[in-house]
């Protein structure tokens, strides 16, 4: 029940983040690539709450597709295609969702 609840809070975060942009944009349309935070998000992964950090050049189609893709039971922290911990989807990284592990 807790995942089910603290979930639904972390995707309802993320969406207030996108609302009003196209899906081609950066949470920060101003965003070029790097580490500039834009926020942070918590979710409830392996029976622990998670901090991450979501970057501003994180494009909003790839956070639409972890919206319509994930669930309490299929995310988790994956390893990056350059280095870091990320937010996942059954096991494989998202192309374009910046959303680091920051507890680490």
Same mark, same amino acid.
């Given at each position: ?34 580490? !500039?935070?834009?926020?942070? $998000?918590?979710? *409830? ?5 998670? =901090?991450?950090? /979501?970057?501003?050049?994180?494009? !909003?189609?790839?956070?639409? $597709?972890?919206? *319509? ?5 299929? =995310?988790?922290? /994956? ?19 910046? =959303? ?5």
């Amino acid at each position: 029940m807790i995942d089910e609840l603290h979930f639904n809070r972390s995707v309802t975060r993320l969406v207030d983040m996108i609302k009003n942009k196209n899906d081609d944009e950066f949470l920060d349309p101003n965003a070029g690539q790097g580490r !500039v935070e834009f926020d942070r $998000i918590n979710f *409830y992964i392996g029976g622990q709450t998670r =901090i991450f950090r /979501v970057h501003s050049d994180t494009k !909003v189609s790839a956070i639409k $597709i972890f919206i *319509y893709s994930a669930t309490p039971q299929n =995310i988790g922290i /994956v390893d990056g295609p350059r280095g870091g911990r990320k937010l996942g989807v059954n096991g494989a990284p998202i192309q374009c969702l910046q =959303i680091f592990v920051a507890d680490e």
